[in-house]
């Protein structure tokens, strides 16, 4: 029981430590993407990803005959879970046809990759804009896109969810974007 009693300290501390490392193979944050980070070239895709399934979509568009003009223009790299077979995330690098290429950006697919904040693709607009400074929104034809210099990510928000209808470029600012409005696309940048 003595024994017991020295011991418990040291169990307490190392299962907090262990509870608070936390899953970084989720994490999203500046320069990172789960196991892959800005410096991570295509060639260690396989390796991190060795567990669920790799496809490469390799482009074939600098060909410069006729046929290339309708084939893809960038390498494409998406990642399944070999478990449910879902889509986790679209890697593209920044040169194609390069094994030592890093990568460009990555796209989320996977509500599993989130920030220390909790921010992934469930959260809210209100759940983003109380935890990530917003730098700039821009308007396109279908949705707004938010910046986030501190992630150096960008989210797209749809205007369906603003409650726009029309298809024009109309501004659209913070104050506008409902607290609700759901996350269509999250893409983090390496570049």
Not at 63 to 82: M, T, W
Not at 112 to 127: D, P
Not at 181 to 186: L, V
Request: proline share 2%; aromatic share 10%.
């Amino acid at each position: 029981m003595f024994i017991l009693k020295k011991i418990t300290p040291f169990i307490i501390v190392a299962l907090l430590f262990v509870q608070c490392n936390g899953n970084k193979s989720f994490e999203i944050s500046k320069g990172q993407v789960g196991n892959i980070l800005s410096t991570t070239t295509v060639q260690e895709l396989d390796a991190i990803f060795s567990s669920d399934s790799l496809v490469k979509i390799l482009s074939e568009g600098d060909l410069g005959d006729q046929a290339s003009r309708y084939l893809v223009e960038d390498d494409q790299y998406f990642v399944y879970s070999k478990i449910d077979k879902k889509k986790l995330l679209e890697i593209e690098p920044v040169n194609q046809h390069d094994s030592v290429s890093r990568i460009k950006s990555i796209q989320i697919f996977d509500p599993r990759f989130k920030t220390v904040n909790g921010i992934g693709l469930h959260s809210t607009f209100q759940e983003i804009n109380a935890n990530c400074k917003i730098n700039k929104v821009e308007t396109t034809f279908t949705s707004a896109i938010l910046f986030i210099d501190e992630l150096n990510a960008t989210i797209v928000i749809d205007k369906s969810e603003l409650g726009i209808k029309d298809f024009t470029l109309q501004k659209v600012t913070l104050e506008q974007i409902p607290a609700l409005a759901k996350i269509k696309y999250f893409t983090v940048w390496f570049d």
